[in-house]
Nanobody, 115 residues
Framework: QVQLVESGGASVQPGGSLKLSCDVS????????MYWLRQAPGSDLEWVAE????????SYIDAVKGRFIISRDNAKNTVALQMNSLKVEDTARYYC????????RGPGTQVTVSG
């Protein structure tokens, strides 16, 4: 049974930082690309970042390039998203997923950026 559980969300001020983490189980983690997605109120689910199975290749949506860093620990079956210089428009529920469309994703963790 595939399980993904996100944590680390919080309310922060603009310019702040957060690190999200996702604990994964139920499949061979180091065989899969992993993804972070987000959904803001009233908006569609949006792909944010991805990392390949070995952790050496990453990609980001333009809006977060240079501010967010995706990483993974294949020994611990975890994937993380370091978020720096947070902006109000980063406010969303963040999900980790096994596919880029989020059909297999966790319950999410809420990130709220406000002054």
């Amino acid at each position: 049974q595939v399980q993904l559980v996100e944590s680390g969300g919080a309310s922060v001020q603009p310019g702040g930082s957060l690190k999200l983490s996702c604990d994964v189980s139920g499949f061979t983690f180091n065989h899969y690309w992993m993804y972070w997605l987000r959904q803001a109120p009233g908006s569609d689910l949006e792909w944010v970042a991805e990392i390949n199975a070995g952790g050496g290749t990453t990609s980001y949506i333009d809006a977060v390039k240079g501010r967010f860093i995706i990483s993974r620990d294949n020994a611990k079956n975890t994937v993380a998203l370091q978020m720096n210089s947070l902006k109000v428009e980063d406010t969303a529920r963040y999900y980790c997923a096994r596919d880029m469309h989020g059909s297999e994703r966790g319950p999410g963790t809420q990130v709220t950026v406000s002054g």
